[in-house]
């Protein structure tokens, strides 16, 4: 079991920065790859990045691409999301998510554990 809670999100202007932080319990944190989500009102799900369980290898949706940075921090159980030039159009509950997976996932369905997300607002 996994449990994962986010923080840092919070309104800020276009062009602006944010970081996300997500906090992982227990003491397999390295077992899982790890992705980011958004959610924006009236809209499905859909992936922003993703981090292998080592780090080595990142993926990012197009409309993040040079924009954003997943990182993670295994001896501290905590992966990242680094907005920067933040859009209104990222405006969206964010999520982090676990899948026990050694490959790129961006499916919503194979990721086993979620957690309960932080909203981000870009002001324009």
């Known amino acids: 079991q996994v449990q994962l809670v986010e923080s840092g999100g919070g309104l800020v202007q276009a062009g602006g920065s944010l970081r996300l932080s997500c906090a992982a319990s227990g003491r397999t944190f390295s077992s899982y790859a790890m992705g980011w989500f958004r959610q924006a009102r009236g809209k499905e799900r859909e992936f922003v990045a993703f981090?292998?369980?080592?780090?080595?290898?990142?993926y990012y949706a197009d409309s993040v691409k040079g924009r954003f940075t997943i990182s993670r921090d295994n001896a501290k159980n905590t992966v990242y999301l680094q907005m920067n030039s933040l859009r209104p159009e990222d405006t969206a509950v964010y999520y982090c998510?676990?899948?026990?997976?050694?490959?790129?996932?961006?499916?919503?369905?194979?990721?086993?554990?979620w957690g309960q997300g932080t909203q981000v607002t870009v002001s324009s």
């Open positions: 981090i292998s369980k080592s780090g080595s290898s990142t």
């Open positions: 998510a676990a899948a026990p997976k050694s490959r790129v996932v961006v499916t919503l369905g194979e990721y086993d554990y």
